[in-house]
């Protein structure tokens, strides 16, 4: 069964977050889209993983190009599964519709803990998902790592 993975990010923020969780994805062979809302930060954050660390090369595109199919991770409004992603990972309050979940291998909703709205809107999320029978696991940034605290639905 597919599950939704919530990361509360309150130690670092997403740019820094978010390579780290790509490069674990694709270490296991999994395409990914990354699904936000604003095409202005999605090209900023299509930029930023560009400039990455030499070391950690990670391919990826942006959305809208003739080679979309074929990018391993794809920067994304669209709901459209058009580079075969396993996983989807939701950003800046992307939605994710419970219908969707059983179509990828996970669904990682990453938000911001130090905004109150990102933070109303990922418990929002986590209500209408878990509420549908989806299994969801909420995972906090602590000093030590990432802490899983609870998890809902899970077989």
């Given at each position: 069964?597919?599950?939704?993975?919530?990361?509360?990010?309150?130690?670092?923020?997403l740019?820094?977050?978010?390579p780290?969780?790509?490069?674990?994805?694709?270490a296991?062979?999994?395409?990914?889209?990354?699904?936000?809302q604003?095409?202005?930060?999605?090209e900023?954050?299509d930029?930023?993983?560009?400039q990455?660390a030499?070391?950690?090369?990670?391919?990826?595109?942006?959305?809208g190009?003739?080679?979309?199919?074929?990018q391993?991770?794809?920067?994304?409004?669209?709901?459209?599964?058009?580079?075969?992603?396993?996983?989807?990972?939701?950003?800046?309050?992307?939605?994710i519709?419970?219908?969707?979940?059983?179509?990828?291998?996970?669904?990682?909703?990453?938000?911001d803990?130090?905004d109150?709205a990102?933070?109303?809107?990922?418990?929002?999320?986590?209500?209408?998902l878990?509420?549908?029978?989806?299994a969801?696991?909420?995972?906090?940034?602590?000093?030590?790592?990432?802490?899983?605290?609870?998890?809902?639905?899970?077989?």
């Amino acid at each position: 069964m597919s599950e939704i993975y919530f990361y509360h990010l309150t130690r670092t923020p997403l740019e820094a977050t978010l390579p780290d969780l790509l490069e674990k994805c694709r270490a296991r062979g999994w395409n990914v889209a990354v699904r936000g809302q604003d095409v202005k930060r999605l090209e900023w954050l299509d930029n930023h993983l560009w400039q990455g660390a030499q070391t950690a090369f990670l391919p990826h595109g942006l959305a809208g190009g003739e080679q979309d199919a074929l990018q391993p991770v794809l920067l994304t409004q669209s709901c459209d599964n058009v580079n075969n992603a396993a996983i989807v990972m939701a950003i800046d309050g992307a939605e994710i519709d419970a219908g969707e979940v059983a179509s990828y291998q996970r669904i990682c909703v990453l938000f911001d803990g130090n905004d109150p709205a990102a933070l109303e809107h990922a418990r929002g999320q986590w209500k209408q998902l878990t509420d549908a029978g989806c299994a969801a696991v909420y995972w906090a940034q602590e000093e030590s790592g990432w802490v899983k605290k609870v998890s809902k639905n899970k077989e």
